[in-house]
């Protein structure tokens, strides 16, 4: 997998972050909402330098102008809830991707810490040759990745796959590595060292679909 740690340089990114990650900033819902966007927009614009272009002709009040164009079918499939404002950024800049939802939670399987993912919900158009941005604010273990990319296969093979988090963990983008296929792309804004033993990034954010949308009970 091609890896691309955008945050790595320093840009305005680094702020939308630092207030994303800011337990006293995040409290205010629709600010982390707009920064979760903001971060998804700067990505996209990141991915778009990777994509097909052909010349255009575009005609102006004045004469014609050859402009290189994306070329590529692209579908936005983000993990519900808290992929929905990082889609609505990506959604910004690829304005005419057709979309997809598909929903993945952590099904706790007995008194401890182990859990499963399981995906319950899925709208999506065919993704037969078409580029997949699929896009999940947090990569924590990985396993919501590949899950959902098990579930995605039924509906045709991709010409391009990639994946797109705001904060993302070492383990499990090691874990995702080993499922996807070696040409894919991940696109991530900041890379943390480690899990706690809930299988949460540290210091990572907190829960992105609370933070965006409030507290949910439990499954």
Known sequence: MNIHHIGAQNS?????????????????????????????????????????????TVVTPLGE?????ITNEIIICSILRA????????????????NAFISAYRHHTGNGDDFEIVVEYLSSPSLEGKTLLLA?????????????YESLKKLGTPAEIHLLAVIGA???????????????????????????EKGYIVPGLGDAGDLAYGTKLQH
């Open 65 to 69: 102008k050859h402009i290189p164009l």
């Open 136 to 148: 999940d604010p947090m990569l924590a273990t990985g396993q919501s990745f590949i899950s959902v």
């Open 83 to 98: 992929g929905l404002p990082f889609h609505n950024g990506l959604l910004n800049y690829f304005d005419h991707a057709e």
């Open 12 to 56: 305005i990114l680094k702020h939308f972050i630092a207030e994303s990650r800011d337990r006293n900033t995040q409290a205010d819902r629709m600010r982390f909402r707009k920064n979760m966007e903001r971060i998804g927009e700067i990505l996209g614009y990141e991915l778009s330098k990777n994509l097909s272009y052909r010349d255009k």
């Open 170 to 196: 070492q383990p499990g983008i090691a874990q995702a590595e080993q499922h996807f296929p070696s040409e894919a792309h991940l696109w991530i804004a900041a890379i943390d060292d480690e899990l706690n």
